[in-house]
């Protein structure tokens, strides 16, 4: 017997990605629900890849925080009266006292518990395990009338859209061609660990500078003693987050007001200014773990962290038994060469500037002069020609919205809110056609 054709469905709006961006909107129609309020009746479907909410699943390791205050959560700058708040989460887990006694932040391992307490309550319009395979037009008479957005098992037609897929992880070209079990990002850290077994090779390269490359060298050092890492910086080496109280400022409401009212080259210029708050930056505790690790080696006369700055990667090969990688110094030019089993890429993320879920839209979207999305202050996307779909973006819009809409939590509850008002209004402006399935 032939596979079925998936099921279609009809629905006010759809929304891909159920991580945190995505449960905080659901929360916004949650609370909405719960109060009688006027987003209560609309109809929106959530489309989750994976078979489960976990945040940051491939670096829960032993030891690490979050480096945010828990009042930036998923609600609480919304509404600090939800009762899906962290808050109210250690209050039903009867950790109220015992939190407010560990003078330290909540652990990843518990924001990432806080993150799936919530998602279990509003996760009653969510199909998980449905990666969306592609998002189709529809057009009627020559206007783009809605998109049908298809998973394995089945398709949904709609007019407006919310992509709350997060960032892509950023793979620098020399590697693509090379990525394997022992070639690969953070962002399969665990999954790729455990794999090689208890047996681990010994030769490690870790590239990067930020909290996932560091997080990584102090998880490979503490699994075993014997295993030798690199650590490859273009900069000096492992740099402290922007800690002080004035540039994290940044990550305030009426910042990303100020942002979004900047033009292109001046938005361009405050990025790179305010990088240091979020990006390639370690906490201090974990800077102090790592430069403690060298020093008491080199008492006991061994080396399992050798760090190199100023260092690119300027060239890489797969060898018989592992990988070749030659470095250049920046400044004098000089060269070495390194043998390594493994090679971690701590690189970061990226968001692109056309999303690829929706390279079958872009006859219909607006473009910048980098040829990227135009999105207005509530993160709805600019469309042209004969157009009734909408689209938002729920975290992928750092270029027009600043650093926080990046993967930072400051912001997040306050996002879903202007995009769930924003598609309220959409949806209460009349549009002559129905909405058919293609």
């Known amino acids: 017997m032939g596979n079925l054709a998936p099921h279609t469905m009809d629905t006010d709006a759809v929304c891909i990605g159920f991580g945190p961006a995505g449960i905080a909107l659901s929360c916004v129609f949650e609370d909405a629900r719960e109060e009688g309020g006027s987003l209560s009746t609309l109809d929106v479907r959530y489309l989750e890849a994976a ?78 395990n449905a990666p969306v395979t592609e998002i189709l037009p529809v057009i009627r008479d020559g206007r783009l009338c809605a998109v049908q ?51 681990l090779p010994k030769r490690w390269l870790v590239l990067g500078s930020g909290q996932s490359a560091s997080e990584s060298v102090l998880e490979l050092i503490g699994r075993d003693r014997n295993i030798e890492v690199h650590s490859v910086h273009r900069s000096a080496g492992f740099k402290l987050t922007q800690l002080g109280q004035f540039p994290n400022r940044v990550f305030a409401p009426d910042h990303v007001d100020y942002f979004h009212s900047l033009n292109h080259a001046a938005r361009h210029r405050f990025l790179d200014w305010s990088r240091s708050t979020n990006y390639a930056g370690i906490d201090p505790d974990e800077s102090q773990k790592l430069f403690s690790l060298i020093y008491e080696d080199a008492i006991a006369g061994r080396k399992r962290l050798q760090t190199y700055a100023y260092q690119v990667v300027s060239q890489v090969e797969k060898t018989e038994d592992g990988y070749r990688v030659v470095l250049t110094d920046t400044f004098s030019q000089r060269t070495q060469t390194l043998d390594v089993d493994v090679i971690v890429l701590g690189t970061g993320y990226q968001q692109y500037l056309i999303p690829p879920l929706l390279s079958n839209l872009q006859p219909w979207l607006k473009a910048d002069i980098d040829g990227g999305l135009v999105i207005d202050r509530d993160y709805n996307v600019a469309t042209r020609g004969e157009c009734d779909v909408s689209v938002w973006v729920n975290g992928l819009s750092e270029r027009s919205h600043g650093i926080s809409d990046s993967q930072s939590f400051s912001l997040m509850a306050l996002r879903a809110e202007r995009i769930a008002h924003a598609l309220e209004h959409s949806l209460n402006t009349p549009i002559d056609a129905p909405l058919l399935t293609q």
């Open 51 to 128: 078979e489960d909410t976990q945040w940051h699943r491939e670096l829960l390791l032993s030891g690490t925080d979050i480096n945010h205050h828990v009042f930036r959560d998923l609600v609480t700058p919304r509404n600090p009266r939800s009762r899906f708040s962290f808050a109210m989460y250690l209050k039903s887990q009867g950790r109220m006292f015992d939190f407010g006694l560990l003078g330290r932040p909540a652990s990843r391992h518990e924001w990432s518990d806080y993150v799936g307490w919530v998602s279990r309550q509003v996760d009653r319009h969510t199909h998980f």
């Open 149 to 199: 957005v298809k998973t394995p098992d089945a398709s949904f037609n709609t007019r407006n859209l919310v992509l709350s897929s997060g960032s892509a992880p950023r793979v620098p070209v020399e590697f693509q061609a090379l990525l394997s079990p022992t070639l690969f990002h953070t962002s399969q850290f665990l999954t790729r660990l455990n794999a090689l077994g208890d047996s």
